[in-house]
C-alpha cells in the first residue's frame, strides 16, 4: 500500500490525511478480494523502516492502526475474514499490539479469508530471525542441517502455514519490493499500478487479478511444456 503522502500532497493535504483514507482502500481490497475467494492477503501496513518518520506521522500510523482494528472486528466477523500479522509484534507500542491481538483472537475461527497484516515487517529481519532459529536447533541437536529444507525453512518464517503469494500488487508507481516478503515471492507475479493508495478501488483489484490470470507462469519451465500439461 504505497502512496498516502503523495496522495494527500496532491490534495493539499498533511500525510496523515493520505493514511486516513487509505483506510476506505483497505475496505475495498478486502472486501473485493474475499468476494472473489481469495484465501490469502497480507498487507504491507509498516515496515520496519517507518520507525524513521517524523514522529508525529509514525503516532498517527499506529493509532490510526488501532482505531481501525477496534472499528472493524465486528465487520470482519460478518465476513468469516480471520485476521492474522507478521512482524516484530512486540516493539510495537502497547495500546496499538493490544489492539492487534484482540483482532486476532476475536477473528480466529473465521475462515472465508484470512488478512494478514505484514507490521513492523522487514523481510530481511523475518530472514535472519528463521536462520537463527534454525542454527540453534542445530546447535541442539535437534535438527540435522544436512536436512533443512525449503519446507524447514518456510516452517521457520512467520509466514508459517500462510501459502506463497501469487500475485504482488504494489500502488504509487514504485517499482520496489522494499524489504516485503522476499523468500515468499520468489515466483510471485508482479503488478505495479500507477495510482495512490487512497484511490486503490474494487476495480483495480479485479483489473490486476484479470491481468495475472493472462499471464503464463511457467516456474523456469519453457512455454511449449506448460501449454503441453494443459
Ligand atoms: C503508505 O504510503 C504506506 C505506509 C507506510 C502506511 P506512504 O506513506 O509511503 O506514501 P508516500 O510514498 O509518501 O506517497
Ligand atoms: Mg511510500
Known amino acids: 500500500m504505497d502512496g498516502n503522502g503523495r496522495w494527500a500532497k496532491k490534495h493539499g493535504q498533511p500525510r496523515v490525511f493520505g493514511h486516513r483514507n487509505g483506510v476506505q482502500s483497505v475496505r475495498e481490497a478486502t472486501e473485493a478480494a474475499a468476494e472473489l475467494g481469495v484465501e490469502y492477503m497480507t498487507l504491507y501496513a509498516f515496515s520496519t523502516e517507518n520507525w524513521g518518520r517524523p514522529k508525529a506521522e509514525v503516532n498517527a500510523l499506529m493509532t490510526l492502526l488501532v482505531q481501525t482494528i477496534r472499528k472493524e472486528i465486528a465487520t470482519m466477523n460478518k465476513n468469516n475474514i480471520r485476521l492474522k500479522a507478521i512482524g516484530d509484534l512486540e516493539q510495537l507500542p502497547s495500546k496499538s499490539h493490544k489492539a492487534l491481538l484482540e483482532g ?5 475461527n473465521n475462515t472465508r479469508m484470512t ?3 505484514a507490521l513492523n515487517y522487514s523481510a530481511k529481519w523475518e530472514i535472519l530471525k528463521a536462520v537463527k532459529t534454525l542454527a540453534q536447533e542445530a ?3 535437534k535438527i540435522d542441517p544436512k536436512g533443512i529444507s525449503e519446507a524447514t525453512f518456510d516452517d521457520a518464517l512467520s509466514t ?3 501459502p506463497h503469494p501469487e500475485l504482488l500488487i504494489r500502488t504509487s508507481g514504485e517499482q520496489r519490493i522494499s524489504n516485503f516478503l522476499l523468500w515468499q515471492i520468489a515466483y510471485a ?3 505495479f499500478l500507477p495510482i495512490y493508495w487512497p484511490d486503490f478501488r474494487k476495480q483495480h483489484l479485479y483489473q490486476a487479478i484479470i491481468d495475472y490470470q493472462n499471464r503464463e507462469r511457467r516456474f523456469g ?3 511449449d511444456q506448460i501449454s503441453d500439461s494443459e
Open 115 to 117: 488478512l494478514v497484516l
Open 189 to 191: 507475479e508482479l503488478a
Open 104 to 108: 486476532i483472537e476475536n477473528t480466529k
Open 139 to 141: 546447535k541442539d541437536g
Open 160 to 162: 508459517k502455514g500462510i
Open 221 to 223: 519451465k519453457t512455454s
